[in-house]
């Protein structure tokens, strides 16, 4: 009997199509081994025995951290470097060499349990980035266990060909198997889009979907799959009729890519000659490449906070300079926006240092910890000013609630001028610098922080999710969370029309610019700069090609003048029709994440 086809739905991570069969990856969880008694005569050969395997494990570790940074870049190789500094931890190793001694029991007993009582202590945390740490932990555990002998947890494989690798979670040692060229696609049931996993999944560009919650019930060895990294879709023993449909719409999307190429140089602009500015978002040095080949204009969004995680000190002024440094001389003559450290909430870079609060993201993040600790705030400032000598480098505060903090950043920031240009550096005064929108009350008062600010850059992902009080992380009211809600609409215009009074340019940064269909509102509300994932941006620029001013600025109205959000929707489907029938966009891949979200 054939098994009935099966949708689930996640987050997409890396787009583009993957038909195959599933390779189901070991399922993680608390590591169980036997217990065993050791003579005392043993402990000692015990004990070499582990150690033993502690220093393979570190010799693996290092092999594979040089074979992604040969293949990918030292910045992905990195995720690995967390794993190494366990293996020298003393609470960690020099602990379970002490219990084999003191409690003579099998060191991979011990190991384990001491592995297990460090994922309790994360795992009651509560904090999304410390929690994901527990896959660091989990594939120390299996390494050294293999390296024992007495576990097997394959973190390498041999895979046939169009392998889909389907799992729980990735652990970094398996997530080192995407680099090989039989595996297609990816969908995890857990996860997110600054997972380990994701980050090599992106540089990769593996169609990926994470957070597809239920997949390993119902999924088996070697059944047919579909990743959809476009709509965030995986399909488990697809119809004859999916499969003909997906096939048609890979060779589509693989054509279309062709297609885009040859937009590359072409400027984002109407037909009749409105010109839009598509930056990328990026997280490392290492991804300006890919800005290139996708065609972004610079970078719209330099998100600093992961200089800071998985380390276990602050990085110093130098350290961060030499990294702005390389962004800013590589995407010159293009801008770079540094967006100062937004962590709290969701991530923090250090476990001692996080602050125990009720309600993260309200409490004390982004600025507002930046302004309370300025030991870690200076130092980034100094390096983000030195970085700009071609004075291509602009700086973004992220968080900003109204005029008084505002003034507060700008005061610490000529202060620093003044004592950078002190100590003889070239630090140019007029670099500029501005304000996030993402919380209501900066939207509310944009015409007042205009006044203030050298530009806006509205971050959507936040300013809905405060806006509509719908966590983004909650699958239970994800369905709440909805870009095309009026109030969010009405607080995007508000913005625009306040820089626009007071002269500044204002840009998008949140996953709305992405989106083709609704990039096209942001144009026609008077948005002039759009920042996505580099792969988003041909897609983006393919659209605004097709349309003039004129006709956003009309759609937008129509919008506007729409009373419910399914109404706003309907709107939007006849546009696209209007884009497929009229202008000859290609829905199938151009915009099936815009018709995916007006489902």
Aim: proline fraction near 4%; hydrophobic fraction near 45%.
């Amino acid at each position: 009997m054939i098994p009935e086809e099966k949708i689930l739905h996640g987050i997409p991570v890396a787009p583009g199509i993957a038909i195959g069969r599933a390779y189901v990856c070991a399922a993680l969880g608390t590591i169980r081994t036997e217990q065993r008694e050791i003579p005392l005569h043993e402990v000692a050969t015990e004990i070499e025995r582990f150690l033993r395997a502690v220093e393979e494990s570190k010799r693996q570790l290092i092999t594979l951290r040089e074979q992604v940074a040969k293949e990918l870049d030292e910045k992905h190789a990195e995720i690995y470097t967390p794993q190494l500094a366990l293996l020298d931890d003393a609470d960690l190793i020099d602990a379970t060499v002490e219990t084999i001694r003191s409690e003579q029991k099998n060191a991979e007993y011990l190991f384990a349990r001491r592995i297990n009582e460090f994922l309790d202590q994360l795992r009651k945390l509560d904090d999304g980035f410390l929690v994901g740490r527990e896959t660091d932990f989990q594939d120390v555990a299996w390494r050294v266990l293999n390296n024992l002998g007495r576990q097997q947890h394959a973190t390498h494989a041999t895979f046939g060909p169009d392998t889909v690798l389907v799992g729980h979670d990735l652990l970094p040692s398996q997530s080192a198997n995407l680099l090989k060229e039989h595996v297609v696609g990816l969908a995890l049931e857990k996860g997110g889009p600054t997972s380990h996993t994701a980050i090599i999944a992106k540089a990769t560009e593996i169609p990926t979907v994470v957070g597809v919650e239920g997949i390993m019930q119902v999924v088996r060895e070697g059944a047919p799959v579909i990743v959809d990294g476009v709509a965030g879709k995986v399909i488990l023993f697809p119809s004859q009729e999916t499969y003909a449909r997906y096939l048609a719409r890979q060779s589509e999307f693989q054509q279309l890519e062709r297609e885009l190429e040859e937009l590359r140089d072409l400027a984002a602009e109407t037909l009749d000659g409105y010109s839009i500015t598509l930056r990328a978002n990026i997280e490392f040095p290492e991804e300006i490449s890919h800005i290139k080949l996708h065609g972004a204009r610079g970078v719209g969004l330099f998100r600093t906070e992961f200089i800071f995680l998985n380390r276990e000190r602050l990085p110093n002024e130098e350290e961060q300079y030499q990294i702005y440094k390389q962004v800013a001389e590589r995407v010159f003559p293009d801008t770079v926006i540094f967006r100062t450290l937004d962590v709290g909430g969701d991530k923090f870079f250090a476990a001692s240092a996080r602050p125990r609060e009720l309600n993260p993201f309200m409490g004390l993040r982004a600025v507002r910890l930046c302004l309370k600790h300025e030991e870690i705030f200076r130092p980034q400032l100094r390096a983000m000013l030195r970085a700009n000598a071609l004075g291509n480098a602009k700086i973004l505060i992220p968080m900003i609630s109204g005029v008084e903090e505002f003034r507060q950043v700008k005061q610490l920031i000529s202060t620093v001028i003044e004592e950078l240009r002190g100590e003889g550096y070239q630090i140019d005064h007029s670099v500029e610098i501005g304000a996030m929108v993402e919380i209501p009350s900066a939207a509310i008062l944009a015409d007042e922080l205009a006044r203030e600010c050298d530009f806006f850059s509205i971050g959507t992902n936040d300013l809905i999710q405060y806006t509509l009080a719908v966590d983004r992380g909650n699958s239970s009211v994800a369905y709440l969370y909805e870009p095309l809600h009026l109030s969010v609409l009405r607080l995007l215009r508000m913005t625009v029309k306040a820089a626009e009074d007071a002269g500044i340019k204002v840009s998008v940064c949140g996953e709305a610019a992405a989106d083709p269909l609704y990039a096209l509102i942001l144009a026609g509300l008077g948005v002039h700069e759009l920042s996505m994932s580099a792969v988003n941006v041909p897609a983006v620029k393919r659209v605004m090609r097709a349309v003039t001013l004129q006709e956003l600025r009309a759609l937008v109205e129509e919008i506007f003048n729409a009373s419910t959000i399914s109404e706003r929707k309907s709107v939007l489907k006849t546009f696209l029709d209007f884009l497929v029938r009229e202008r000859g966009v290609p829905a199938g891949e151009i915009l099936s994440a815009s018709i995916a979200h007006l489902e």
